[in-house]
């Protein structure tokens, strides 16, 4: 098992180069300063918790290697704890990580794919018509239970995504529908419960598959081709499955019209259920960007 001597070598390993509050201020001072901090922090907020989610990550998976790893080795710790005091070494941490985790995925899709044969999940949920009908004629839910439930994520306060309440909501029994000038961002209940994060390249993947040429829905029917100007970014910067973006601030109603009665109703209960499902094996040549 790490010591606490351990935990705190590599704390200041990642942390050295963070801004730390001086010591003697009072909880209101710290707090002001903290928030300063966050401000004056290259990138804004947003990068200031971005990165440190990245680095309490990268602690997780140090202190795991050094209780049952590689890293129990005294040489091999002190090595590593090095090379994270360090934008560069932190970076070929992380890109070993990655680089292993995908190996680790990718070795897993082999085993499923020889054990079964490939067949497609059924849609994962379906919407309501009346409520297709209110999208597409933009008229908005307000929040609802489920926005209640994804707002009061530990991780989603932590991130601070939704600290004030967008104007722009759909809801539906599935989850929610953000829509910001020209965007829509997509949150799904299933997905969220299962881990965002990790759904961000399956959903892209899913994307990919859906709209590549000849796309058809879960019953075989041919799709209504993407609007021009219409396209698909991951759901990173906002925390949610997937986000569609118009080239233009205020796209033709056409346009929602698609994303109404073509995509939410026939393509993304099929691309969440590929997403989610972690045996489902996305064609070859898919990969996120």
């Not at 907020?45 to 790893?69: C, F, K, N």
């Not at 829509?179 to 899913?206: I, L, M, N, P």
């Amino acid at each position: 098992m790490a010591s606490d001597l351990d935990t705190v070598r590599v704390l200041r390993a990642l942390f050295n180069d963070m801004p730390r509050a001086p010591q003697g201020l009072s909880p209101e001072e710290t707090l002001a300063w903290v928030q300063k901090s966050i401000d004056q922090f290259d990138g804004g907020d947003m990068a200031y918790m971005l990165e440190h989610i990245t680095r309490s990550s990268m602690l997780d998976i140090v202190l795991r290697l050094r209780e049952d790893g590689y890293l129990k080795d005294d040489i091999a710790f002190a090595e590593i704890v090095e090379q994270l005091a360090t934008p560069e070494g932190r970076k070929n941490f992380m890109d070993r990580c990655i680089t292993a985790q995908k190996s680790a995925d990718a070795t897993s899709r082999l085993i499923h794919r020889a054990k079964r044969a490939w067949s497609d999940p059924p849609p994962l949920f379906s919407s309501d018509p009346a409520l297709l009908q209110r999208f597409v004629r933009g008229e908005l839910t307000g929040p609802g239970p489920l926005y209640a439930e994804y707002k009061a994520r530990e991780d989603v306060n932590e991130i601070g995504v939704l600290a004030e309440a967008p104007d722009g909501i759909h809801e539906f029994s599935w989850g929610f529908v953000v829509e910001d000038q020209g965007a829509w961002h997509f949150y799904v209940s299933d997905v969220w419960r299962k881990g965002t994060v990790g759904c961000f390249e399956r959903f892209y993947c899913a994307w990919q598959q859906a709209t590549r040429s000849h796309p058809v829905d879960n019953q075989g029917n041919a799709l209504p081709a993407v609007p021009l100007g219409l396209y698909m970014e991951d759901g990173i910067g906002s925390f949610s499955s997937l986000t569609l973006q118009s080239c233009i601030d205020s796209p033709d109603p056409a346009v929602r019209q698609w994303i109404g009665e073509v995509f939410i109703d026939r393509m993304l209960p099929l691309m969440a259920a590929r997403a989610v499902d972690e045996h489902y094996d996305f064609p070859v040549g898919l990969q996120a960007h």
